[in-house]
T-cell receptor, first 113, second 112 residues
Framework: ETGVTQTPRHLVMGMTNKKSLKCEQHLGHNAMYWYKQSAKKPLELMFVYNFKEQTENNSVPSRFSPECPNSSHLFLHLHTLQPEDSALYLC????????????FGPGTRLTVT | QKEVEQDPGPLSVPEGAIVSLNCTYSNSAFQYFMWYRQYSRKGPELLMYTYSSGNKEDGRFTAQVDKSSKYISLFIRDSQPSDSATYLCASSLSSNDYKLSFGAGTTVTVRA
């Protein structure tokens, strides 16, 4: 595996379900990010972890819960989501001193029914 | 007001044409300016970044930043069907700024 991988690629969940998104980076980077991408809207930064410490929480509802057990893995735990949370969720990573150069995974397409 | 505004497109051009993409930004403190390309069903990938004002060229791609007018541009020369994608501009404050401000993206189709 190379680059940034995300699983699952597609997820359909009900509003009462609990699920988790997984991201893994194989680039030796120290920072990892979660973004939400909705049609015709700018990428929304949700969370940033730098050396496993959360440095940004962009006013994200508590139904989204991130976890970063080490600098290579990032999870996004989902519970009691709303239909408006349906979107593409992208994970990215970057190396020390170069946050402008982010490497993105392919994303998880989430549909909340 | 959004920090970065991008022409929404879509843009359709014949193969070989010059593609011109533009963004404006509101925060005069931005120092880094990036262009990302996103193919369908893929994540964005960094094309180019520029620090402060000026031009930067990489093959058929040229990025321009005019800080006096807060204007960011990307030009693609001799466009190819493989350039068909969504192009995202982004800006940030410094080399330690993890919070990039993205435009909404312009979808480009290059017709063979």
């Amino acid at each position: 595996e190379t680059g940034v991988t995300q699983t699952p690629r597609h997820l359909v969940m009900g509003m009462t379900n609990k699920k988790s998104l997984k991201c893994e980076q194989h680039l030796g980077h120290n920072a990892m990010y979660w973004y939400k991408q909705s049609a015709k809207k700018p990428l929304e930064l949700m969370f940033v972890y730098n050396f496993k410490e959360q440095t940004e929480n962009n006013s994200v509802p508590s139904r989204f819960s991130p976890e970063c057990p080490n600098s290579s893995h990032l999870f996004l735990h989902l519970h009691t989501l709303q239909p408006e949370d349906s979107a593409l969720y992208l994970c990215a990573s970057s190396q020390e001193g170069r946050p402008y150069e982010q490497y993105f995974g392919p994303g998880t397409r989430l549909t909340v029914t | 007001q959004k920090e970065v505004e991008q022409d929404p497109g879509p843009l359709s051009v014949p193969e070989g044409a010059i593609v011109s993409l533009n963004c404006t930004y509101s925060n005069s403190a931005f120092q880094y300016f990036m262009w990302y390309r996103q193919y369908s069903r893929k994540g964005p990938e960094l094309l180019m970044y520029t620090y402060s004002s000026g031009n930067k060229e990489d093959g058929r791609f040229t990025a321009q930043v005019d800080k006096s007018s807060k204007y960011i541009s990307l030009f693609i020369r001799d466009s190819q069907p493989s350039d068909s994608a969504t192009y995202l501009c982004a800006s940030s404050l410094s080399s330690n700024d993890y919070k990039l401000s993205f435009g909404a993206g312009t979808t480009v189709t290059v017709r063979a």
